[in-house]
Nanobody, 126 residues
Framework: QVQLVESGGGLVQAGGSLRLSCTASGGTFRSYGTGWFRQAPGKEREFVAAIGSSWRGTIYYADSVKGRFTISRDNAKNTVYLQMNSLKPEDTAVYYC??????????????????WGQGTQVTVSS
């Protein structure tokens, strides 16, 4: 069983940056694929980015964040990061990290993931 805890959310002006962290405990985190999703009020949870296990080496981004967000992992710290630059008001949402046991992180739908964190709020003001 893997427990995931997100941190790093907050309030930032448009054009600013934030770095989200997803720290895992339990399980063999480095063998899991990890994704970031977000959910704005009244909208469905949507895929943001994903990174495969240490030996898969796969990385995927939603078109809406490509070139602005970067996902990375630090296995020594059991942590996956989401560096978010050039933030826009439409990036405002609760951001969730999720882990999936295949390690490929190819799924872009929430039901493709097995474990979830509690979420962290990101608010981008205009």
């Amino acid at each position: 069983q893997v427990q995931l805890v997100e941190s790093g959310g907050g309030l930032v002006q448009a054009g600013g940056s934030l770095r989200l962290s997803c720290t895992a405990s339990g399980g063999t985190f480095r063998s899991y694929g990890t994704g970031w999703f977000r959910q704005a009020p009244g909208k469905e949870r949507e895929f943001v980015a994903a990174i495969g296990s240490s030996w898969r080496g796969t990385i995927y981004y939603a078109d809406s964040v490509k070139g602005r967000f970067t996902i990375s992992r630090d296995n020594a710290k059991n942590t996956v990061y989401l560096q978010m630059n050039s933030l826009k008001p439409e990036d405002t949402a609760v951001y969730y990290c999720a882990a999936e046991i295949t390690g490929w992180a190819m799924q872009r739908r929430p039901n493709g993931y097995d474990y979830w964190g509690q979420g962290t709020q990101v608010t981008v003001s205009s």
